[in-house]
């Protein structure tokens, strides 16, 4: 079991940039696959990014796709989601995730809610127009 904890959210302009963090204690390791979410006001909890925590493979959906951008660095035990050309509606609480898995693949379709079993406590991210 590990433990996750977020940073970096805040509030920004539309067209502005903000980099999430997520420490993960003890360690990435290899057979996990690592998830961003985020929930904006009254609304269902969203899938945004994962990575493979071995491989480095990386999925996101096709609302953030071209502007952000999820990466690992296991050295410093660290997830991180790299967002670009915020738009208003990107505003929300994230959220970083983790679950075992056996293979690269099952990361790919871990896009739900359910498919995560750890959480983190959120970032508040606000972008205004």
């Known amino acids: 079991q590990v433990q996750l904890v977020e940073s970096g959210g805040g509030s920004v302009q539309a067209g502005g940039s903000l980099r999430l963090s997520c420490v993960v204690s003890p360690q990435i390791y290899d057979g996990t696959c690592m998830g961003w979410f985020r929930q904006a006001p009254g609304k269902e909890r969203e899938w945004v990014s994962a990575?493979?925590?071995?491989?480095?493979?990386?999925f996101y959906a096709g609302s953030v796709k071209g502007r952000f951008t999820v990466s690992r660095d296991r050295a410093a035990n660290t997830l991180y989601l790299q967002l670009n050309s915020l738009k208003p509606e990107d505003t929300g609480i994230y959220y970083c995730?983790?679950?075992?898995?056996?293979?690269?693949?099952?990361?790919?379709?871990?896009?739900?809610?359910?498919?995560?079993?750890?959480w983190g406590q959120g970032t508040q991210v606000t972008v205004s127009s």
């Open positions: 995730a983790a679950e075992r898995v056996d293979y690269n693949f099952q990361c790919a379709r871990k896009s739900g809610k359910a498919d995560f079993g750890t």
């Open positions: 990575i493979h925590g071995g491989a480095g493979s990386t």
